[in-house]
């Protein structure tokens, strides 16, 4: 098998899959499991094989490997179905069908009586295979068909438990909020092509670095930073991701760690010298990638639902990833990408197995109950290490790409990247070294609250599904090893260092050690009054499966435990810490209502006005249309009765009646 024929069965075979497992579904529900692992699990080996032969693509040394057919020619800029993959899209590549595969068998335990599982599985198989299109696609028409089908993908996966109001609204949330990103997007696809005369990315790649300038650099750079910024959930377009919690686990840990958000670092990661072809596009992106990383891990450390703890943590990591773009490095950028797929999957789904032992998805709930860690020691060992790695600790793999971005921030900060204003580095430095201090902090607030509670025992439940602890410990190698392969990884990439600087390494985990330490201080003062604030009793059956539990947990959350944002739980190290800023930060500084008043409420006036409109004056006008020859019609039809006498009296009538106007008009009347 050549390796073209391998990379283009990499994102074919789960379309497949995806197409057979709908077909069958429900034909032949036996076949539905091995459908949804196999073809995945065949494009990862496949994917593996890609990157052994390329050999870490150009930066080693090895040409990208290229292949194309022409597939629709539309006149001077023809649209190709090609293939450009070098050392970024290769590992890239490799994430997204591990995290896949891993979902796909976490899910079969995970989903095991859910009666939707075979549309679910189906529906993920066609969300890795587009994701797989965008990685390994050239042609930016192509790889916004893979962009637009992860929309829709989304939009049923969220919305998976849509029994709920709060699945139903997410779905529909990140839907539009992503398409509003996606229009100026498109526009932004459009005038690139427009500028350089091609739709395929290695081509602009070539002109750009050659010297040829765009004509509208920072026009197109912000429009394509505005699709990125719905797809990658970055402020001000973040509020999405939330919410998208509704959904069931596996498919958070999908979208968070491999597909949908990474989609859009990817993109400008690809398109990076068009970004960097205008200080202005960069000042913009560092400064949204600073808001996002601060905002988000304060929002963070205000949340009562473990999922949306995890969420906001993607929104901020994700910050960083932008924050190394913006100081135009998108080695760092992809290398945390990676790093962060792996841990940030480890983190959902052993976050999906704690929600299921505990019987409910509150902190607060989770800090009045003892014994959780015991019950679940696969996943409370999996998950240690993997907030360790969120939280930048050395060994583990968030520290070696966390201290890139910060290393690469540095650099730029001391003027040693041409390009990029000084400005711009100092912006992401500092705001990527506060945002260590606060990530360790709520890491360590959600394991504290989550598996050092005091009170009631935890629900035995038994041991978890085999497939579900496998991929724990599977997901867990790379969370603890990666970042030890610092040093060969620039071969894969652009040749730049990726070795942690000194003074950002102290700095950064300093800062995060400092995060842990104020944070357990902060626990052990308001432990104590846990156990004189009860909240409720466990809202989820306690006997459920994984799924059902957690369905349950998400609905009936708030009847149990009433809104964090309102509820003064004494013992929330959180609340403490933030002070007045909790109340704002636990609704996402009410960006929603923000974004409800401007936006929302006036579309909805304009809806309702455009229906009065539409029922009371146009309707009125076609009905009158109507209505006047029914009533003409009525008429002559009571004229006519039958009676030969009536019929000859009007007609002498009507005669005279002619006969005097004849004379009246002669006589010059």
């Not at 629709?72 to 070098?86: E, F, N, Q, R, Y």
């Not at 810490?577 to 930060?585: D, E, F, V």
Request: charged fraction near 10%; glycine fraction near 10%.
């Amino acid at each position: 098998m050549t390796t073209t024929t391998a990379a283009v069965l990499v994102p074919l075979l789960p379309f497949l899959g995806a197409a057979a497992g709908l077909l069958l579904g429900r034909r032949a529900p036996g076949f539905v499991r091995p459908l949804a692992v196999l073809p995945t699990l065949a494009a990862a080996v496949l994917a593996v094989l890609v990157a052994v032969r390329q050999g870490g693509g150009a930066g080693g040394g090895t040409a990208p490997l290229t292949a194309a057919t022409r597939l629709a020619d539309t006149g001077s800029v023809p649209v190709d179905l090609s293939l450009h993959i070098d050392g970024f899209a290769a590992l890239v590549a490799i994430l997204v069908t591990v995290v896949a595969c891993g979902v796909q068998i976490y899910s079969t335990g995970y989903l095991r009586d859910d009666p939707r599982y075979p549309s679910y599985a189906a529906l993920v198989s066609l969300f890795t295979a587009a994701m797989l299109l965008v990685v390994y696609s050239d042609d930016l028409i192509v790889l916004l068909v893979g962009w637009e089908v992860m929309g829709i993908c989304s939009y049923f996966l969220v919305g998976h438990y849509w029994e709920t109001a709060a699945a139903r609204s997410a779905s529909l949330k990140a839907f539009l909020v992503t398409k509003l990103g996606d229009v100026p997007f498109l526009i932004g696809i459009l005038a690139l092509a427009d500028d350089t005369g091609t739709f395929r990315i290695s081509e602009i790649h070539t002109r750009l670095i050659s010297g040829v300038p765009l004509d509208h650099p920072t026009l197109i750079a912000l429009l394509l930073l505005a699709g990125v910024a719905g797809k990658s959930a970055q402020f001000p377009l973040h509020t999405w991701l939330p919410d998208a919690m509704a959904g069931p686990t596996p498919v958070s840990a999908l979208i968070h760690a491999a597909t949908m958000v990474a989609a859009g670092v990817y993109v400008v990661a690809r398109l990076l010298p068009v970004f960097a072809s205008s200080a202005a596009a960069l000042a913009v992106l560092a400064a949204m990638a600073a808001v996002t990383m601060v905002g988000s891990a304060l929002a963070a450390l205000a949340q009562d639902d473990i999922k949306r703890v995890l969420a906001y943590s993607t929104v901020g990591q994700l910050g960083y990833m932008t924050g190394a773009l913006a100081v135009d490095d998108r080695g760092a950028a992809v290398f945390h990408l990676i790093a962060h797929g792996a841990f940030k999957a480890l983190l959902f789904l052993g976050a999906g197995v704690v929600i299921h032992a505990a019987g409910t998805n509150s902190l607060a709930a989770m800090s009045r109950m003892s014994g959780l860690a015991q019950r679940i020691p696969d996943a409370f060992w999996t998950m240690t290490v993997a907030l360790l790695a969120l939280a930048a600790v050395p060994p583990f793999a968030g520290f070696f790409s966390k201290e890139a971005v910060l290393g690469a921030a540095e650099h730029a900060a001391t003027g040693h990247t041409s390009g990029v204003p000084a400005g711009v580095g100092w912006t992401v430095l500092l705001a990527g070294l506060l945002t260590a201090l606060l990530t360790a902090a709520y890491a360590a607030r959600l394991w504290l609250l989550a598996f050092r509670g005091r009170g009631e025992p935890a629900p035995d439940h038994g041991r978890q599904p085999v497939a579900m602890n496998a991929v724990l410990w599977a997901l867990f190698l790379p969370t603890a090893a990666f970042g030890l392969a610092y040093g060969t990884l620039p071969d894969w990439f652009d040749g730049e260092s990726l070795t942690p600087a000194l003074g950002t390494s102290v700095l950064g985990t300093g800062l995060a050690l400092a995060g842990v330490l104020v944070m357990y201080g902060a626990w052990r003062h308001t432990s104590a009054r846990a156990a004189r604030a009860p909240l409720g009793a466990v809202a989820a059956h306690p006997d459920a499966a994984d799924a059902v539990s957690e369905a349950e947990a998400i609905a009936t959350h708030e009847a149990a435990y009433g809104s964090i944002a309102g509820a003064r739980d004494p013992a929330d190290p959180g609340r403490l810490l933030l002070g007045p800023l909790h109340r704002h930060a636990a609704v996402g500084f009410r960006l929603d209502a923000v974004y409800g008043a401007l936006f929302v409420r006036p579309v909805r006036a304009a809806a309702r006005l455009v229906r009065f409109l539409d029922r009371e004056v146009v309707e009125t006008y076609v009905r009158g249309a109507g209505g006047a020859p029914r009533l003409l019609g009525a008429a002559v039809r009571r004229a006519q009765t039958g009676n030969v006498q009536t019929y000859l009296g009007a007609l002498l009538a009507g005669s005279l009646v002619l006969a005097v106007a004849a004379v009246l008009v002669a006589a010059g009347a």
